[in-house]
């Protein structure tokens, strides 16, 4: 199980850092990164069916 949490907690990481680069490129924005880094995966979803 100790993998299992680890693939898990790497997994919210590169979603919460592929968030906060497509909202830096997108708005230049730290406040909107930060928010959109709370958001990881939703906010990385969101701007792929949007854009």
């Known amino acids: 199980m ?3 949490a680890k693939a898990a907690s790497g997994g919210i990481t590169l979603g919460t850092l592929i968030a906060v680069l497509i909202s830096w ?3 230049h924005s730290i406040l909107w ?3 959109h880094g ?3 995966w ?3 979803i ?6």
């Open 25 to 27: 490129s997108a708005n």
């Open 2 to 4: 100790r993998n299992s």
């Open 33 to 35: 990164a930060i928010i």
């Open 42 to 44: 939703i906010y990385v």
């Open 46 to 51: 969101y701007y792929l069916i949007v854009y």
């Open 38 to 40: 709370f958001l990881g």
